[in-house]
């Protein structure tokens, strides 16, 4: 059945053609403002929200602050009350006002917008759930940002997974953005690299697999330091004929870097993860550095300890900071300070977010306060996002762990798993990567399910299980959503939706609760902005997944007799696949068709 929707009055910050459920809220607060003048519908509006335990929609009275008691103000509202194709039914209890909508026109609104925006979205790529809120608006975000010659780490696991969800999500909200990954390629390690691949290096291996081969170097030339001072008194020699422009001291570094970077792309290719711009530490430039250090000098920021720069921010109850060392060398605030400088003037950015650790909080605030005492005007563009720590991530042996072993790993276990249904294995047809897949799926759910800020135990068994709330039966949702289609054959292709009759499905409270649930979703994607959480989009997606689950016994298709009633389910199924398919790619997973 085609929409009908009856016209509604505008209300500021709602989009109903994108959002089915701003409709359903602007009828709600139309109702309540025309019973409660002088009371508009923008500030009616604002006062409906979610309601608790199978309630739709709710008001809250008294947070307009109307004279006269709530249950007066309640009774103007609900006296002369007629349902609508909005509305169905509206309760009074205490300070609240309860709205269910009408299920009829729910459903039926809610699967007609999922369609269109998926199959024919104007801008030709599925859009339900995204938002025009950023048009115009751009920006710059660092994140994952590994150290060239220290393999890609699991403490920059999260940083890349929650960076990759940030940067979709602005993508999905109208931002252009501009991903970097600003690598840790200079500093004094380098010039432990240079001493050590004299007596360590080979090229054979630097070949097969640069950042392992130059992090077995780094390993065992910090070892001989520990023994030999003059190891150190070496790498600072090199390195600081690296700072100076040496091109005999840089021609490996250029070698080396260059490499690395291939391998890392492959990496982030595994993970679903992209980058605009590979920069790193090198190319700040030393004017910015400088320039920056002589505008604290000149606001009398600086004080000289033994030869190196530091600037005092006790006042701000932010310690004093080292910006330059004694021998010359940079450091990496100062690096940050000039690299910030150099993204205003080439990008002129809305806002700049850095996605880095909580054990970083101190230097972030050193330096976002640094940028606002020279008196940048973009200073307060600034933001950084942060999260805990992984705790215990090791492989199964115990080992410490590098990112790729972990994928290696998380993929094997899996695969063995497949392998222990026969008939399904042999319908797949690349199953190696699924199981990779399915691992990374498990290991990107179990970092984003819970509040960033916290840190989280990684553990194998319950990552890797298809029970509860994993990636892995996260992806089986959508798997056996996807199956719809294949088992039904001759459902398909649907009819056109005008020419579907959903009012079989009003009856059943699991299409209801699937239908509200899919409705939510835009909101879903407005309220991660607010956040930057990526565990509310999660959240979702279990719900979701759940809601579904709770129905196929019910709501069945194969074998339902009727095909008004089989084909409408099997829409709302479909309907299902592509939320559940949008919210998971939203999360930098890839959403399965078979496993």
């Known amino acids: 059945m085609v929409s009908s929707l009856p016209s509604l009055p505008p209300v500021l910050g709602t989009d109903p053609s994108s959002c089915i459920l701003d409709a359903f809220r602007i009828a709600i607060a139309k109702r309540v403002s025309d019973a409660l003048p002088p009371l508009t519908l923008d500030q009616a509006y604002t006062g409906v929200d979610y309601g608790k335990k199978g309630v739709d929609f709710t008001v809250a009275l008294p947070r307009f602050r109307l004279p006269g008691k709530p249950d007066e103000l309640a009774k103007k509202v609900t006296t002369d009350f007629q349902p609508d ?9 205490k300070q609240f006002l309860h709205f269910q909508l009408n299920t009829d026109s729910l459903i039926r609104e809610v699967l007609n917008q999922i369609h269109t925006l998926t199959y024919d979205s104007p801008t030709g790529k599925p859009s339900y759930g995204t938002n025009t809120s950023g048009a115009g608006r751009k920006l710059v975000i660092e994140y994952s940002s590994p150290n060239i010659a220290k393999s890609f780490h699991v403490g920059h696991l999260r940083s890349t997974i929650i960076g990759a969800f940030l940067d979709n999500l602005y993508k999905a909200c109208g931002w252009e953005v501009i991903s970097l990954n600003y690598l840790g390629d200079w500093g004094t390690q380098f010039g432990m690299i240079t001493t050590g691949f004299e007596k360590y290096g080979s090229q054979e291996e630097l070949q097969k697999d640069a950042i392992k081969h130059l992090y077995d170097v780094y390993v065992k030339v910090s070892k001989d330091a520990d023994s030999d001072p003059n190891v150190k008194v070496e790498a600072a020699k090199w390195f600081k004929r690296m700072e100076d422009g040496d091109e005999s001291a840089l021609a490996n570094w ?42 604290l000098e000149e606001m009398g920021l600086i004080s000289d300890v033994d030869g190196a720069k530091l600037v005092d921010l006790e006042k701000w109850k932010l310690g004093k900071a080292v910006l330059r060392k004694a021998n010359g060398t940079s450091i990496y605030l100062t690096r940050d300070i000039g690299g910030a400088i150099e993204r205003w003037e ?3 950015f809305d806002k700049m977010i850095y996605v880095v650790a909580s054990q970083q909080d101190l230097h972030l605030s050193q330096f976002f306060k640094m940028l606002s005492l020279m008196e940048f005007p973009w200073a307060d563009r600034l933001e950084h996002v942060n999260y805990g720590l992984v705790l215990g991530m090791s492989t199964r042996k115990g080992t410490a762990v590098f990112l790729d072993q972990i994928i290696r790993e998380a993929s094997s276990v899996m695969h063995e798993q497949m392998k222990r249904n026969e008939v399904k294995y042999n319908n797949i047809e690349d199953p190696e990567m699924v199981a990779r897949e399915v691992g990374i799926t498990g290991i990107k759910i179990q970092d984003m399910a819970a509040k960033r800020i916290n840190n989280y135990t990684f553990n194998w068994d319950r990552m890797l299980s298809f029970e509860g709330d994993t990636g892995p039966y996260l992806q089986y949702a959508h798997v056996r959503l996807t199956s719809m289609e294949r088992k039904n054959p001759e459902l398909i292709p649907l009819p056109s939706p005008s020419q579907i009759d959903t009012s079989s499905l009003a009856s059943s409270q699991h299409a209801r609760d699937i239908a509200i649930l899919l409705g939510s979703y835009p909101d879903v994607v407005k309220t991660a902005l607010k956040t930057h959480e990526p565990s509310g989009v999660v959240t979702f997606a279990f719900r979701l997944a759940h809601a579904i689950s709770s129905a196929w016994e019910t709501l069945i298709v194969k074998g339902e007799e009727d095909t008004e009633k089989a084909r409408a389910r099997l829409w709302l199924y479909l309907c299902a696949r592509d ?12 959403p399965l068709e078979r496993m």
Request: aromatic share 14%.
């Open 85 to 93: 194709y909005f509305i169905s039914t509206i309760t009074h209890d």
């Open 254 to 295: 250029r070698v080396w870097r260059e490499m690395s970077v291939k391998k890392y792309i492959e990496e982030y290719e595994r993970l679903n993860v992209s980058f605009k711009v590979y920069t790193g530490e090198s190319e700040v430039g030393k004017e910015w550095q400088d320039r920056a250090l002589e505008r």
């Open 346 to 348: 080439k990008y002129h």
């Open 579 to 590: 939320v559940l398919g949008a919210a998971m790619r939203l999360l930098s997973i890839r």
